[in-house]
């Protein structure tokens, strides 16, 4: 990882927030997000202020296009399929994505939800062809942590590196047979505890997902 030989990597609008509140004082209180895809009738960059429903935003470029297939805070490989949208603008929120049905046909897995149901409907067993290792950029065995998330067996997860996950969401892109491993890990790092869950983990908490709940 580059903060191992003592590099950061930040992005503009980190740094741009980072400038604010050396030079000026000023609090974060607001971000540029990006609003697109082909549900949506003007594609944008706008500055929100944290806690502006979606909803809100939406309209403010022109509204959708018909109803969201999906709705997904992010983008389609790392970003959340939110519940509706009333759940507001947080730090996080860089793009908003709003996908019609054809867009939601070609990418059926774009955004987690924090809801694995249909997808535990919808994916097939695990045939072991080892392609999510072998594009995992953090070296991790996703299929392996993907069977102890089943299991129960955190503590096997764990020390098969479980935090090294930087839940860029390749493994389930490649996995023929569809199955949600980011969520399946994310799940299994709430079981931690709140101080140690992971960015899709307190996204989850924010969306609504409580650990308590089983996938
Ligand atoms: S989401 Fe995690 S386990 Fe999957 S490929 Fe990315 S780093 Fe590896
Ligand atoms: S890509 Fe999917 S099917 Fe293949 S080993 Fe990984 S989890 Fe199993």
């Known amino acids: 990882m580059p903060i191992d030989i003592g590099v950061l990597c930040l992005n503009v609008g980190t740094l741009f927030a980072l400038h604010q509140a050396v030079t000026q004082g000023m609090p974060l209180i607001s971000r540029v997000v990006t609003i697109t895809g082909n549900g949506i009738a003007q594609s944008q960059n706008r500055e929100v202020l944290f806690g502006t429903p979606i909803e809100a935003l939406l309209q403010a470029c022109g509204g959708a296009t018909a109803e969201p297939a999906k709705l997904i805070m992010g983008g389609p490989m790392m970003g959340f399929a939110l519940p509706s949208a009333e759940v507001p603008i947080v730090k996080i929120s860089n793009c908003i994505l709003v996908l019609g049905e054809s867009q939601n046909e070609v990418m059926p897995l774009a955004g987690k939800t924090r809801n694995l149901t249909e997808h535990q409907?919808?994916?097939?067993?695990?045939?072991?062809?080892?392609?999510?290792?072998?594009?995992?950029?953090?070296?991790?065995?996703?299929?392996?942590?993907?069977?102890?998330?089943?299991s129960g067996e955190h503590g096997k997860a764990e020390h098969h590196h479980l935090f090294d996950c930087i839940e860029c969401g390749a493994c389930a892109y490649v996995c023929p047979s569809k199955i949600p491993l980011v969520q399946y890990t994310a799940r299994q790092r709430v079981k931690f505890g709140p101080n140690v869950v992971s960015r899709e983990g307190r996204m989850l908490l924010v969306i609504g997902w409580r650990p308590a709940m089983r996938a």
């Open 121 to 150: 409907a919808s994916h097939q067993p695990c045939i072991r062809c080892g392609d999510c290792v072998s594009v995992c950029p953090a070296g991790l065995l996703p299929q392996q942590l993907y069977w102890f998330a089943k």
